[in-house]
């Protein structure tokens, strides 16, 4: 099904470790995001792309960073992991301003 | 900058009964406003927006919801939930400039329906 795919699903980190997470989404989309989900904090923007070729700081961006490898494909990465970055990570996509996201199913991320 | 206000964190509802979830949003120019569901461990899924016209949206599974600009709200309603509307809703606002905008979104509020 056409969508956004996000992997892994799940995750266990030691601190400090680094990792990758994957997003890819199908539709032909020009914009996408990264999302962290804390309880009681709803989402919070961590970086953001609005075209292949650029990427921008959302409203939590420190620890982390971004590659838009092409259209298809937006990664966030963990340099040094922390336990405050234990979440629920959700990437989302969208064609243009006027539509709303399609997101991806997300990963939980544990950092002990 | 803009913000949302979700006002309650928890609403509990009987089955069938209508219920409403209130959103306030904060900003100094128009806005887009979204409502997503988010059912348990799943992502965040569409439910309506309100783009432009027509005050008064209407969404999947039953929901609709008001803007009223001079309140700066967007609240959420379904005249008789069902048991499978128990999820976490979440309210989100944009601002139409650029082909990135994007999404500020609430702290979202638990809808619980109980028999």
């Known amino acids: 099904n056409a969508g956004v795919t996000q992997t892994p699903k799940f995750q266990v980190l030691k601190t400090g470790q680094s990792m990758t997470l994957q997003c890819a989404q199908d539709m032909n989309h020009n914009s996408m995001y990264w999302y962290r989900q804390d309880p009681g904090m709803g989402l919070r923007l961590i970086y953001y792309?609005?075209?292949?070729?650029?990427?921008d700081k959302g409203e939590v961006p420190n620890g982390y960073n971004v590659s838009r490898l092409n259209k298809r494909e937006f990664s966030l990465r963990l340099e040094s992991a922390a336990p405050s970055q234990t979440s629920v990570y959700f990437c989302a996509s969208k064609p243009g301003a006027n539509y709303g996201y399609t997101f991806g199913s997300g990963t939980r991320l544990t950092v002990v | 900058a803009q913000s949302v206000t979700q006002l309650d964190s928890q609403v509990p509802v009987f089955e069938e009964a209508p219920v409403e979830l209130r959103c306030n949003y904060s900003s100094s120019v128009s806005v887009y406003l979204f409502w997503y569901v988010q059912y348990p461990n799943q992502g965040l899924q569409l439910l309506l927006k309100?783009?432009?016209?027509?005050?008064l949206v209407k969404g999947i599974n039953g929901f609709e919801a008001e803007f009223n600009k001079s309140q700066t709200s967007f609240h959420l309603r379904k005249p008789s939930v069902h048991i499978s509307d128990t999820a976490e809703y979440f309210c989100a606002v944009s601002v139409p400039t650029g082909t990135a905008s994007k999404l500020t979104f609430g702290t979202g509020t638990r809808l619980q329906v109980t028999l």
């Open positions: 792309s609005a075209s292949e070729g650029t990427t």
């Open positions: 309100y783009l432009s016209g027509s005050t």
